[in-house]
């Protein structure tokens, strides 16, 4: 499958599953466990760069998708407030929602730029997006088109700050670049 159509499969499935765009997130003062629940599609607006982790949150200390959360956490950090959202998926369905709250609590994962989806919409985040292997990690570029992935490797703060620099740097348009005639 292209990058362009996991994102249009990624934005259909957004559209099925709630109200993508139009929807405000959760507050910033929500305690962890609020960041597990239905409705994380209404968290993704497709005018931002969205971060889809999908991890398998019951591995052990050491493993691959335990070594992505800080990553995940310093992006968040770092660009949350210029519009990034990132998304931690169970990409293995075992994980109950009171294990995803243990999860957020012990990891300190707070909402509106860092959200755990529910257990009932990780199915449909890993099928749009083809996952076979723990960690994936997609950067949707706003519009959802899929800007980067890395398969069954943890992503690194250096491949990553690059990318979302470049989504917030505002384009210079055309007019501005032209000298007076």
């Not at 159509?5 to 466990?33: F, I, K, N, W, Y």
């Not at 609020?34 to 497709?46: C, D, I, M, N, Q």
């Not at 509106?112 to 985040?125: G, Q």
């Not at 992935?149 to 979302?164: D, I, M, S």
């Amino acid at each position: 499958m292209s990058p362009r159509e996991a994102g249009s499969r990624l934005l259909a499935s957004l559209m099925v599953l709630g109200c993508l765009g139009g929807c405000a997130g959760t507050p910033a003062t929500s305690p962890p466990s609020e960041s597990v629940k239905s409705g994380t599609p209404a968290l993704v607006r497709s005018d931002r760069p969205l971060l889809i982790a999908f991890l398998d949150p019951a591995a052990p200390v050491g493993a691959a998708s335990r070594s992505q959360i800080p990553v995940l956490r310093s992006m968040a950090t770092q660009y949350g407030p210029a519009g990034l959202s990132v998304l931690i998926v169970d990409a293995t369905g075992r994980a109950s929602a009171d294990s995803l709250t243990n999860f957020t609590h012990d990891w300190n994962l707070h909402p509106p730029s860092i959200t755990v989806a529910a257990p009932n919409e990780a199915a449909a985040y890993t099928t749009a997006h083809g996952v076979t292997t723990v960690p994936d990690t997609v950067l949707l570029a706003p519009g959802g088109a899929v800007q980067q992935r890395w398969r069954g490797t943890v992503v690194t703060a250096q491949q990553l700050a690059p990318l979302l620099q470049a989504m917030a740097s505002p384009t210079p348009s055309p007019s501005s670049n032209s000298s007076p005639r």
